[in-house]
């Protein structure tokens, strides 16, 4: 017998692995099955998360926010207002917004947070408010709060954000200045 036999031997067998190898009519229809069905139920999913990603961003936001102030007032020295308000944007709609205000602080050089010169009198340093969602909708204690250049803040804060059946707590400690959020 020669070296050779045993690969004639087993190139004999390989074929019949081959045809195992492919796949049935059986099997194919099954994975369209399933392709479809998860086609069809995507949309729904896909508003499910949506929903949740734009409430807990909006909240984010928010939160964010809050705490740039803070340490604003605090790198700053001086007093930053935090305030939320409904106003009409340009298509008519009311959604809430989120303003700013800073004033110079005794131990700066007479800029503005982010270095523009400031006008006598003058306090603002965000120009254009941060617009949330149309379908955010949120209930606060209170219309503004004020950071000190300490890092409190003016008052204890309790801050309801909403959407459809979703919604988030922000809270503001005013005797720590600390700021955080839970889901419920």
Not at 101 to 121: C, E, K, V
Not at 157 to 179: C, H, P, T, W, Y
Request: with cysteine; aromatic share 4%.
């Amino acid at each position: 017998m020669s070296p050779l036999a045993p690969c004639l031997r087993n190139s004999a067998t390989k074929p019949d692995a081959r045809r195992r190898a492919g796949v049935t009519l059986v099997e194919a229809l099954l994975v369209i099955m399933i392709l479809t069905a998860s086609m069809v139920a995507a949309p729904s999913v896909g508003h499910l998360f949506s929903s949740r990603t734009s409430i807990r961003q909006d909240s984010d936001l928010i939160v964010r926010s809050l705490r740039l102030a803070r340490e604003t007032a605090v790198s700053r020295s001086c007093a930053v207002t935090v305030r939320w308000k409904s106003v009409k944007d340009d298509d008519g709609e009311y959604r809430m917004v989120i303003d700013m205000l800073a004033a110079p602080g005794i131990y700066s050089d007479g800029t503005d947070a982010f270095g523009a010169q400031a006008n006598p009198g003058s306090s603002t340093w965000m120009v254009d408010p941060i617009a949330l969602h149309p379908d955010v909708n949120v209930k606060a204690n209170a219309s503004s709060i004020q950071f000190t250049p300490t890092g409190t803040a003016s008052r204890d804060l309790q801050m309801k954000v909403s959407r459809d059946s979703e919604s988030v707590e922000v809270f503001v400690q005013a005797s720590s200045g600390n700021i955080y959020k839970d889901a419920t």
